[in-house]
Structure formats: structure tokens, C-alpha cells
């Protein structure tokens, strides 16, 4: 008779990180534990490669949490989870993040289950080293939404934003929650409002047993929050991206060809200040800059160029590509959907500012991987602190 395997509840993020990190903790997960996946993002049923994954032998279930808002989402996830727990009791949990309100449901659930659950925190992303700024810059683009469709001022669609977030904080880690649970969230980074209330973390040190980083620098900004019991492993990607690329049929062939992957979300802060053509103009010209130095460097290597799925409608970014596509002849664009990952792979070098994609490429360890800071975002050469990635930066002569 076969024992039955461990069960682990694994909840990697956003779809577009589960194939930067979380794929890769799965497929190590899958070697040892039975997996339940759960989501909150509609572009997994979307995605023909995840239909792949999802069909592995290990994978028991995948538990798509979407739709509803408010007290209506709080029921949602409280109850599939409860549904998905009580047919597949747990063993390990390996959440992506401490903040949301799935990590908290799902916590609430293994705690009343008693000891004996092994409780795992991954990163999935690259971890910025300066929270105000990052919160900032996602103000800035929600800001940006009201901006242009309510035709209100800058200041005061931000301060729309802000009161939006504080309300959501409210009802969402104290209103809520004490209807459902008789107890309030305690997030140590709140994701409405960006504040870090590092009192909070000793809940999290109590609740998790393993928090894992991939370099000793983001370990480290980890530990300053007051999180511990953080360990900088390698990324899992190492042991595992060719297992992936022959499981989803992916070529493994490398060309002599040059990936760039701009960060979404910076042009934002450039339209506070500029009208949209002079954002256009801007951009063009410093990322010519850019393109002029990799076209000098690898002549005749063609120039794939891919944005942030997010920026896929974003006229700024549309009317900017086309300008560089005049520009350079070999350079070419590919849909925003397309994965980066696929692209990173298939290429020699990757370019871009401070994406994530670029954080990415320098893990796996066999690529020239080049940060061009030449935009004037605060941040731009964030990049520099990590091994493995060439940061250009052009500050000194902006003055």
C-alpha cells in the first residue's frame, strides 16, 4: 500500500510571477508533497501553458478565488478555503506574501488545525529596497486612472487614491475580519495604505517557520523590518527552468539576440510634470541613448523589445515604440503578453531599467544583464546592490 504523501497549500501571486518563481517552487514542492494551488488571479485559467501544470500528477487541486468585492470577497475566500481544507487537510503552507487577505484566511485555518503544519514565506518578486518609493510609484498609477478619466488635478486625484486606500484598510484588516473571525488583520506592510508597522512582525515570526530570499541583500531588508528566521536560498529556477522548458515544449536554444523589458509605472510620475508629447519625447530619446550602446556593442544582433503586460494599452509606451522602431531597424516589439521569462531565456543579453525581469535574468546566471539608468526615476540604479547585473547610469551628467 503507498503512503500518502504530505499536502502543501501553495499560493504563488500574480500570474505573471508564478513563471518568474513560484512554477519553480511548485516543481520542487511536487518532488515531496502533494499540492492544493490557490489563486486570485483570473489569467491563470487563461494561460494554456498553467492548464499544463495544472494537470501534473501532484497537483490534487486548483483553487481559483476570484470575483466579489468587499464583505462579498471576505465570504469568497473564507469559504473556499474552509471547502478546500476540509477535503484536503494541510501540511505545509507556502504562501508568496503575509499581507493579503488570503494569507491571513488561510493562516487562521491552519492554526485552528493545531501544530504539526509547517508554515513557509517565498519571495516571488524582486523586493525593493525602499517600500515608500515603490508604494509611491503604485499610488502614481492609480492616480493616473482618475487622472485622465475624471479630468481632475494631479493633487487631488492623488489624494483620492490615498483616502481610497485607507478605507479599504479599514474595512478589509478590521471591519471585516471581526465579522468573520472575531479578530482583525495585522499586516506588517499594509498593501492600502504602504505602511510598515514592524510592531506587527513578531506575529508573522510566531506564525512562519521559514521566511526564504535569494540574495543576502533582500535577506537583509527582510531583517530590518523585523522579520526573522530569514534565509537566502538559491532561486529555485537554477535546479528547475530546463525541467520546465521540456515539460511546456520550450526551445532551449540560446541566439545571439539582445531582450529589453522596461518597468511600468515610472512614466507616471513623468506626466505629473510634462505633457504626454514631451513624455514621448523624453523616453524616445533616452532610450535611444540605451539602444544606440547595445546596437554599438553587438552590431547586427537583433533587438526584441517587450513591455509590462501592464502597460499593453498605454499610448505613451505605443507612441515611444514607434518612435525607436524608426529608429532602429533591427529592433522589433513583441506582444506584452508573451512571456518574458521564454524571451529571457532565448536571448544573450537583457536590458531594461529596474524590471524585475532583469532581477530574473541575473538568478539564473548565464546572461549579460544590463540596468540602463537613464530616465531620472528615483531608483534607477536600485539595481547596482545585486550581483550579476551591469548598472549604467547617466546621473552625474543629468547634474
Same mark, same amino acid.
Given at each position: 500500500?503507498?503512503?500518502? !504523501?504530505?499536502?502543501?497549500?501553495?499560493?504563488?501571486?500574480?500570474?505573471?510571477?508564478? /513563471?518568474?518563481?513560484?512554477?519553480?517552487?511548485?516543481?520542487?514542492?511536487?518532488?515531496?508533497?502533494?499540492?492544493?494551488?490557490?489563486?486570485?488571479?483570473?489569467?491563470?485559467?487563461?494561460?494554456?501553458?498553467?492548464?499544463?501544470?495544472?494537470?501534473?500528477?501532484?497537483?490534487?487541486?486548483?483553487?481559483?478565488?476570484?470575483?466579489?468585492?468587499?464583505?462579498?470577497?471576505?465570504?469568497?475566500?473564507?469559504?473556499?478555503?474552509?471547502?478546500?481544507?476540509?477535503?484536503?487537510?494541510?501540511?505545509?503552507?507556502?504562501?508568496?506574501?503575509?499581507?493579503? %487577505?488570503?494569507?491571513?484566511?488561510?493562516?487562521?485555518?491552519?492554526?485552528?488545525?493545531?501544530?504539526?503544519?509547517?508554515?513557509?514565506?517565498?519571495?516571488?518578486?524582486?523586493?525593493?529596497?525602499?517600500?515608500?518609493?515603490?508604494?509611491?510609484?503604485?499610488?502614481?498609477?492609480? $492616480?493616473?486612472?482618475?487622472?485622465?478619466?475624471?479630468?481632475?488635478?494631479?493633487?487631488?486625484?492623488?489624494?483620492?487614491?490615498?483616502?481610497?486606500?485607507?478605507?479599504?484598510?479599514?474595512? =478589509?484588516?478590521?471591519?471585516?475580519?471581526?465579522?468573520?473571525?472575531?479578530?482583525?488583520? !495585522?499586516?506588517?506592510?499594509?498593501?492600502?495604505?504602504?505602511?510598515?508597522?514592524?510592531?506587527?512582525?513578531?506575529? /508573522?515570526?510566531?506564525?512562519?517557520?521559514?521566511?526564504?530570499?535569494?540574495?543576502?541583500?533582500?535577506?537583509?531588508?527582510? !531583517?530590518?523590518?523585523?522579520?526573522?528566521?530569514?534565509?537566502?536560498?538559491?532561486?529555485?529556477?537554477?535546479?528547475?527552468?530546463?525541467?520546465?522548458?521540456?515539460?511546456?515544449?520550450?526551445?532551449?536554444?540560446?541566439?545571439?539576440?539582445?531582450?529589453?523589458?522596461?518597468?511600468?509605472?515610472?512614466?507616471?510620475?513623468?506626466?505629473?510634470?510634462?505633457?504626454?508629447?514631451?513624455?514621448?519625447?523624453?523616453?524616445?530619446?533616452?532610450?535611444?541613448?540605451?539602444?544606440?550602446?547595445?546596437?554599438?556593442?553587438?552590431?547586427?544582433?537583433?533587438?526584441?523589445?517587450?513591455?509590462?503586460? $501592464?502597460?499593453? =494599452?498605454?499610448?505613451? /509606451?505605443?507612441?515611444?515604440?514607434?518612435?525607436?522602431? &524608426?529608429?532602429?531597424?533591427?529592433?522589433? $516589439?513583441?506582444?506584452?503578453?508573451?512571456?518574458?521569462?521564454?524571451? %529571457?531565456?532565448?536571448?544573450?543579453?537583457?536590458?531594461?531599467?529596474?524590471?524585475?525581469?532583469?532581477?530574473? &535574468?541575473?538568478?539564473?546566471?548565464?546572461?549579460?544583464?544590463?540596468?540602463?539608468?537613464?530616465?531620472?526615476?528615483?531608483?534607477?540604479?536600485?539595481?547596482?546592490?545585486?550581483?550579476?547585473?551591469?548598472?549604467?547610469?547617466?546621473?552625474?551628467?543629468?547634474?
Amino acid at each position: 500500500m503507498t503512503t500518502p !504523501r504530505p499536502i502543501a497549500y501553495f499560493m504563488p501571486g500574480p500570474a505573471h510571477l508564478f /513563471w518568474t518563481t513560484g512554477v519553480f517552487h511548485l516543481l520542487e514542492l511536487g518532488r515531496t508533497h502533494d499540492v492544493v494551488i490557490v489563486t486570485d488571479d483570473g489569467r491563470y485559467d487563461q494561460s494554456p501553458d498553467f492548464q499544463t501544470i495544472r494537470e501534473l500528477e501532484f497537483v490534487l487541486e486548483h483553487v481559483q478565488i476570484v470575483g466579489q468585492r468587499l464583505l462579498s470577497r471576505h465570504l469568497l475566500v473564507k469559504r473556499a478555503l474552509e471547502a478546500a481544507t476540509a477535503k484536503y487537510p494541510p501540511d505545509l503552507l507556502y504562501l508568496h506574501n503575509m499581507n493579503y %487577505i488570503e494569507d491571513f484566511y488561510l493562516l487562521r485555518l491552519f492554526r485552528s488545525r493545531g501544530e504539526g503544519i509547517t508554515r513557509v514565506f517565498f519571495q516571488n518578486g524582486r523586493l525593493t529596497g525602499d517600500f515608500r518609493l515603490d508604494f509611491q510609484y503604485r499610488i502614481a498609477m492609480d $492616480a493616473k486612472i482618475i487622472h485622465e478619466k475624471m479630468h481632475l488635478p494631479w493633487p487631488i486625484a492623488t489624494a483620492l487614491v490615498k483616502l481610497r486606500g485607507m478605507v479599504l484598510s479599514f474595512l =478589509n484588516y478590521t471591519v471585516f475580519p471581526m465579522l468573520l473571525t472575531g479578530k482583525q488583520f !495585522r499586516p506588517w506592510y499594509n498593501v492600502y495604505t504602504g505602511v510598515i508597522t514592524s510592531g506587527y512582525c513578531e506575529q /508573522w515570526n510566531t506564525a512562519t517557520d521559514q521566511v526564504f530570499a535569494y540574495v543576502e541583500y533582500e535577506a537583509d531588508i527582510y !531583517r530590518k523590518v523585523g522579520l526573522r528566521r530569514v534565509r537566502a536560498i538559491d532561486h529555485p529556477a537554477k535546479a528547475h527552468r530546463r525541467d520546465l522548458a521540456q515539460l511546456l515544449g520550450r526551445s532551449t536554444i540560446v541566439h545571439d539576440q539582445i531582450v529589453i523589458l522596461p518597468s511600468v509605472g515610472f512614466t507616471t510620475e513623468l506626466q505629473k510634470t510634462r505633457t504626454d508629447d514631451e513624455v514621448v519625447g523624453y523616453l524616445s530619446q533616452a532610450w535611444s541613448l540605451a539602444l544606440s550602446e547595445l546596437e554599438g556593442e553587438h552590431p547586427a544582433w537583433p533587438m526584441v523589445i517587450k513591455l509590462h503586460p $501592464a502597460a499593453a =494599452n498605454d499610448p505613451i /509606451w505605443m507612441r515611444t515604440i514607434q518612435n525607436l522602431k &524608426a529608429a532602429f531597424a533591427q529592433l522589433s $516589439a513583441v506582444a506584452p503578453t508573451l512571456s518574458a521569462e521564454a524571451l %529571457i531565456e532565448a536571448s544573450r543579453v537583457v536590458a531594461g531599467d529596474v524590471s524585475s525581469a532583469l532581477w530574473w &535574468a541575473a538568478l539564473i546566471g548565464d546572461k549579460k544583464v544590463i540596468s540602463f539608468d537613464y530616465f531620472g526615476y528615483p531608483g534607477g540604479n536600485e539595481l547596482i546592490a545585486y550581483d550579476g547585473i551591469e548598472v549604467r547610469s547617466n546621473r552625474d551628467a543629468q547634474g
